[in-house]
């Protein structure tokens, strides 16, 4: 049986219900870690599951920051550096990047208070999740505000990529199930995957 | 070992590596078919893996659009209708929601060419996946353009829900490992899921 929920049954839910159940509509989403500094150093780590691909060519990537109302120090990080970092989310550190959506005071780092290591590349100002199988490097290239809520479209250019190498495949395409990258289902629901096929180039006579 | 790839390097990657490999970054992503109709109710469907959760209220949910310079049916039709569902992809369909990539011409609907049913709910404009557990149908409410790639981020608010009561919970989050919802790697690779935890409510001196 379908259960409808027209516009006027979505507006009178409770706040909570609508939260867990608009969080899950668009199915099943990437869990990152985005790794920041502010200009004195002090790193702070959040996890976002709307992190989405922009663009190859050039390397682009964004993600959601909700109204900056309350102190969000991951975009106030970025204004202040340009600079951030996009880290996998594994099996075995989930529940330690699902901790860094606790609201801890400014001077108390995400990386120390969920035992997560951090980690300096050569080149990059921002810290890594030294345990992520998928550590990626950008830098601020454009902000876009969404009218609509009051949240803003953070896009940006990626710069490193650093791979653990048994997930690289001929083709470029990344063996994320060799990872055990997980995803999330609304707010806090973990999911773990199986590689089901590869599928051809799709064209019209076929 | 860890496979570092400079912004050199990845400027050099041959173009369908880095599509494949850019892709990949964001982690699994969610899967979703969005439906759409010209004018002339002629139909059309196409699969998406951007499709990302913007707010919970007022219910609004975003997909990246790129460059106009082709010709992009679904673009084309919101733009005519303001109207278009998004709808999950599962294990039973993604072969069939793979070959709504393939260039049919503009009389061709995917829905035929693909054999996936549709279905209009009473109020809708826009076609549904009959077979989707999940169907949500949306109104334009807004178009960003991103100068960083000439792409756009189409927003719609949500203005129905229809879902298999069986993936309703009590908090509101979807059961979406009983909907057999898949995600996808890069461009290609799909995955099925398993579900692990819900995790608590995340605080500090938790």
């Keep these: 049986m379908t259960k409808i929920f027209s516009h006027q049954d979505i507006e009178a839910l409770d706040n909570h ?9 668009p199915g099943l989403k990437p869990v990152n870690l985005i790794g920041t500094t502010d200009k004195y150093k002090q790193t702070n780590l959040a996890i976002f599951a709307s992190v989405h691909h922009i663009g190859a060519n050039p390397p682009l990537m964004g993600f959601i920051m909700r109204p900056v109302s309350v102190k969000r120090h ?19 550190m989930y529940k330690q990047a699902h901790q860094t959506a606790a609201r801890y005071p400014r001077e108390v780092s995400e990386f ?14 921002a810290p890594y ?5 998928v550590k990626i490097g950008l830098e601020l290239e454009e902000t876009l505000d969404i009218k609509a809520n009051d949240t803003k479209l953070i896009i940006g250019r990626v ?7 048994k997930l690289l495949t001929q083709d470029g395409t990344l063996n ?17 995957n199986r590689f089901l096929e590869k599928m051809p180039y799709a064209k019209p006579d076929r």
């Design 159 to 165: 710069i490193e990529v650093l791979v653990d190498e």
């Design 17 to 25: 219900y609508r939260k867990n159940f608009i969080n899950s509509l």
């Design 74 to 92: 991951t975009w106030q990080n970025i204004k202040q550096t340009e600079s951030f970092t996009i880290n996998s989310v594994t099996q075995r």
């Design 176 to 192: 994320l199930s060799k990872a055990d990258a997980v995803t999330v289902a609304g707010l806090d629901s973990y999911h773990s």
């Design 112 to 125: 120390e208070a969920t035992g997560l290591d951090s980690w300096y590349s050569e080149s990059g100002k």
């Design 129 to 133: 999740v030294a345990d992520s199988p």
